[in-house]
Nanobody, 122 residues
Framework: QVQLVESGGGLVQAGGSLRLSCAAS????????MGWFRQAPGKEREFVAA????????YYADSVKGRFTISRDNAKNTVYLQMNSLKPEDTAVYYC???????????????WGQGTQVTVSS
């Protein structure tokens, strides 16, 4: 079992940066692939980025490639999402999730955090 708690969201102007953190409980964090998803009002939850258990493989949605970076620190049981060059369309609730294998498929993820709000003003 893994419990996930996101933090780091907030209000930022377009072009700015934020770093989201997702702290995991449980001794098996390092065995899980981790993903970030987001959900804007009235829209479905969508894939943002994912990272393998070792951190050796990362994947990104086309909409964030080159602007967002996912990373993890297994010693701290934490996964991060560095978001640069933010746009108003990045406004959403951001969720982290854990899965046995790295994937962009939302339904594959077994564990989810409660989410953190990111708002980008124009």
């Amino acid at each position: 079992q893994v419990q996930l708690v996101e933090s780091g969201g907030g209000l930022v102007q377009a072009g700015g940066s934020l770093r989201l953190s997702c702290a995991a409980s449980g001794r098996t964090f390092s065995s899980y692939a981790m993903g970030w998803f987001r959900q804007a009002p009235g829209k479905e939850r969508e894939f943002v980025a994912a990272i393998s258990w070792s951190g050796g493989s990362t994947y990104y949605a086309d909409s964030v490639k080159g602007r967002f970076t996912i990373s993890r620190d297994n010693a701290k049981n934490t996964v991060y999402l560095q978001m640069n060059s933010l746009k108003p369309e990045d406004t959403a609730v951001y969720y982290c999730a854990a899965d046995n294998s790295v994937t962009s498929t939302r339904r594959s993820y077994d564990y989810w955090g409660q989410g953190t709000q990111v708002t980008v003003s124009s």
